[in-house]
């Protein structure tokens, strides 16, 4: 059931929000693998399948692309297609695209129980289709601890980055800020580089120089179409298992079409090399896990659902990097830019930034997500006094908001490794329905003082000579500064009449997400090393669900990393000095 803050969330971001400029037909794609869900009985063979991949994700799509290689692979992916939807392609409809309600939309907002507005993918490509493109490996450190192997991980980053990364032309926003970094003392400076260094760098970008988004997807182009099937809007609901041996065995899945009609789909019971592979991310593949039976008992019991195994870990200890930022109000409109320049700072918070919301000629008819003017002011009036009428009040008299909130940039801040934990809580047996998230930012006191760091390492870069020729920034005190930015950073926590005088009270007031959520099925707890899962056969699960920290200033990358790392590692594994990958 839709609580009444979500309904208010829909009808707020469905409101103004002009889609028909920016949806059309786009550019046209014709890949032979990609089919509608609908068409699986119908499907050439094989009807059995030497890997079942759930989710066509940022780690589903590079996984998929490399064991079709060398074996049959079936890879069902609950959203849509990216290619044809502007609103995915083009950096210019970025917050369009979080603001799309429509049922095929390749984003699904949520709210976190804490009171932050957050959002799932849902579209061939995952993340890496609505997110803002930066690129960044994670560090040699991150790898070591985790446990990989060294020398496959560097074969695995240039495989993806060969295909679909570019180093950006930096806007005069992100340049300001390298300056702005360098002269507050986060140096060195670094260059243009794809590595996790301290001091301040520019990194990658899945935008090219046009504006054009690559996604995972793109990834896809480099499988055996013979040997693949991809199915869109295949929404799987359960694992299927074989019960009778020692261990329960993964042997397939039963998904939902488009149509909603039931199919079931089988591994290759010939090999016991054959597996499932949940790339759900960090919602859908501990909600999966839950309702095929594995997860804490108490959870299992609660819902009716017939345990296949009990392991109390899956679900607990989620994580988001909490996002803070400082809203600073320019001169004249600034070019669009999403993430380029990064300040990595060695107390564990990343500096980075953002421009151009808003800034043309539409913008007065169309809001901008989560980054909305109209929203942005009702995050001062209490959750349970906020209506779709007050909502309409607002956007009426859009006209007489200050210019300054559609003109100007977000110097941002973002915790690394945050030491607060939640958990997921799944409400009900259908698949569809988004879990109950927690995350309980800033419960955890070194999260607050790292936050703390961040934002006076922002106010010491605002006045710096290279924001005065951008920004009026320098005509408001700092207790100003951090008004304006109560009001355009958007959630649904109340606002305390001290926020703009106790630092702590900021962070915990105006935080926000970077859409860097991860764990539920942690290695060591729900999978091995390798992402079995503990205490069964045939599965595997290969995100950032499996993640006790978000690598580098973006995980993007190393998800996909972690997609073709996998893929190769099964192959070697497999075939040895045959697998040729």
Request: hydrophobic share 35%; with cysteine.
């Amino acid at each position: 059931m839709v609580s009444r803050k979500e309904e208010i969330l829909v009808k707020l971001l469905a409101l103004l929000c002009i889609l028909a400029p920016s949806q059309g037909k786009g550019q046209r794609h014709s890949f032979p693998y990609l089919r509608p869900a609908s068409s699986f009985s119908s499907l050439p063979q094989p009807h059995y399948y030497d890997y079942i991949i759930v989710g066509g994700g940022t780690a589903g799509c590079p996984l998929a692309a490399t064991l079709s290689q060398k074996y049959n692979v079936l890879l069902l992916e609950r959203g849509g297609s990216p290619y044809g939807n502007r609103n995915v392609s083009y950096m210019q409809n970025f917050h369009i695209s979080l603001a799309d309600m429509s049922p095929n939309s390749a984003s699904q907002p949520f709210i976190s129980t804490d009171g932050v507005i957050n959002t799932r993918a849902r579209v061939l490509g995952g993340g890496t289709c609505i997110n803002a493109g930066f690129y960044t490996r994670a560090s040699p450190r991150y790898v070591d601890e985790v446990g990989w192997d060294g020398k496959l991980v560097n074969e695995s980053y240039p495989w993806i980055e060969r295909r679909i990364v570019h180093f950006p032309k930096i806007a005069p926003w992100q340049d300001a800020l390298r300056k702005g970094l360098l002269q507050a003392g986060v140096s060195p400076f670094n260059g243009y580089t794809f590595d996790h260094l301290y001091g301040t760098k520019v990194g990658g970008t899945i935008f090219d120089d046009t504006g054009y988004r690559s996604t995972a997807a793109d990834l896809l182009k480099a499988s055996n179409p013979r040997k693949l099937r991809v199915l869109l809007h295949a929404t799987v609901q359960n694992i299927l298992f074989n019960t009778q041996g020692q261990k329960p065995k993964a042997i397939g899945v039963r998904f939902k079409d488009e149509l909603g009609n039931e199919h079931k789909a089988y591994l290759n019971q010939k090999t016991a090399a054959s597996e499932i592979i949940i790339s759900s991310g960090a919602i859908g593949s501990p909600q999966l896990l839950i309702l095929s039976g594995i997860g804490p008992k108490e959870d299992l019991e609660r819902l009716g659902v017939k345990p296949i195994l009990y392991n109390q870990h899956v679900s607990k200890e989620m994580s988001d990097n909490p996002m803070n930022s400082i809203f600073i109000p320019t001169k004249k409109p600034v070019k669009q830019s999403l993430i380029e320049t990064v300040g990595i700072t060695k107390v564990g918070s990343f500096i980075e930034a953002s421009s151009g919301f808003g800034q043309s000629s539409d913008s007065i008819h169309c809001h901008h997500g989560i980054m909305s003017a109209e929203i942005g002011q009702l995050s001062t009036i209490p959750p349970k006094q906020r209506s779709l009428e007050l909502a309409r009040s607002f956007a009426q008299t859009k006209k007489d908001i200050p210019i300054e909130a559609f003109r100007g940039g977000f110097i941002l801040e973002k915790i690394d490794g945050p030491l607060s934990k939640g958990q997921l809580t799944i409400l009900n047996t259908d698949i569809e329905t988004t879990p109950n998230v927690t995350f309980n930012y800033f419960s955890n006191p070194q999260d607050l003082r790292r936050c703390v760091f961040g934002i006076r390492t922002i106010e010491q870069i605002l006045r710096t000579k290279s924001f005065a020729d951008l920004s009026d920034v320098h005509n408001y005190s700092s207790e100003e500064v951090l008004r304006m930015s109560v009001q355009a950073n958007v959630n649904f926590i109340p606002k305390h009449t001290n926020d703009t005088k106790s630092l702590e009270q900021f962070c915990r007031d105006t935080v926000i997400t970077i859409w860097h959520y991860h764990g539920g099925c942690h290695v060591g707890k729900v999978v091995d090393q390798d992402y079995r899962v503990f205490g069964l056969d045939g599965l595997r699960v290969v995100d950032g669900s499996t993640f006790l920290k978000s690598p580098g200033t973006n995980p993007q990358a190393t998800v996909m990393m972690m997609g073709r790392y996998m893929g190769v590692k099964i192959l070697r594994t497999r075939l040895g000095k045959k697998a040729g990958v």
